[in-house]
């Protein structure tokens, strides 16, 4: 299921939880905490998977973040992320969730 075939309250829920319809139509993963944030080029998006594309259509999130999401509880981190989330992008993030209105 797409995030256009979700109902208008769940499209504004997870709209104003994860920024799902903001980081489609920039061609971006949704931002951080949620997300990682990075822009998504055409040519990265032609290179993933079916499964990731259906993913990225439901939930915003990049390849890296959807494996980085699904890793088994028992397997480490990747620590080599293709963005690197400072603090300061946490913290930025952290503010915006906080300050959400959902409703």
């Not at 769940?10 to 939880?17: D, N």
């Not at 990075?38 to 259906?54: K, M, P, V």
Request: glycine share 6%; net charge negative; aromatic share 8%.
């Amino acid at each position: 299921m797409s995030f256009k075939d979700k109902s208008p309250a769940m499209q504004r829920l997870q709209e104003s939880l994860m920024g799902t319809a903001t980081a489609h139509q920039n061609s971006q993963c949704v931002p951080v905490p949620v997300g990682c944030g990075r822009t998504i080029s055409q040519q990265d998006f032609n290179t993933w998977s079916e499964t990731e594309r259906s993913e990225y259509a439901i939930s915003g999130w990049c390849n890296k973040c959807q494996v980085e999401a699904f890793r088994p509880l028992d397997e480490e981190p990747d620590d080599s992320p293709d963005v690197e989330i400072t603090n300061e992008a946490f913290e930025e993030g952290r503010d915006i969730w906080e300050g959400m209105d959902v409703k």
